[in-house]
Nanobody, 121 residues
Framework: QVRLVESGGGLVQAGGSLRLSCLAS????????MGWFRQAPGKERELVAA????????YYRDSVKDRFTISKDIAKNTVYLQMNSLKPEDTAVYYC??????????????WGQGTQVTVSS
């Protein structure tokens, strides 16, 4: 079992920045990729960014490219999401997830509890 705990959400004005953190514990060696998802009220959960555990391959959805950066600190078992130039449409609950596949965009089966990000206009 993999346990994921997010932190770093909050309220920020448009154009501001936040950094989310996800601390992983447990059987992390059984997971091949880490991702950040978000879910806004009334919308489906969507994959925002992902990173392979071994190597540097990453994925970003188009709407966050050039604004968000995913990174990892293996020694700390932590994945980060640096979010810059935030927009009101980035407002959502952000979830950290771990995938049992190296595809980056599928097979996520371990989830954190989520952290709220609110961007005011």
């Amino acid at each position: 079992q993999v346990r994921l705990v997010e932190s770093g959400g909050g309220l920020v004005q448009a154009g501001g920045s936040l950094r989310l953190s996800c601390l992983a514990s447990g059987r992390t060696f059984t997971r091949y990729a880490m991702g950040w998802f978000r879910q806004a009220p009334g919308k489906e959960r969507e994959l925002v960014a992902a990173i392979i555990n071994s190597g540097s391959n990453t994925y970003y959805r188009d709407s966050v490219k050039d604004r968000f950066t995913i990174s990892k600190d293996i020694a700390k078992n932590t994945v980060y999401l640096q979010m810059n130039s935030l927009k009101p449409e980035d407002t959502a609950v952000y979830y950290c997830a771990a995938s049992r596949s190296s595809s980056l965009v599928s097979s996520y089966d371990s989830w954190g509890q989520g952290t709220q990000v609110t961007v005011s206009s």
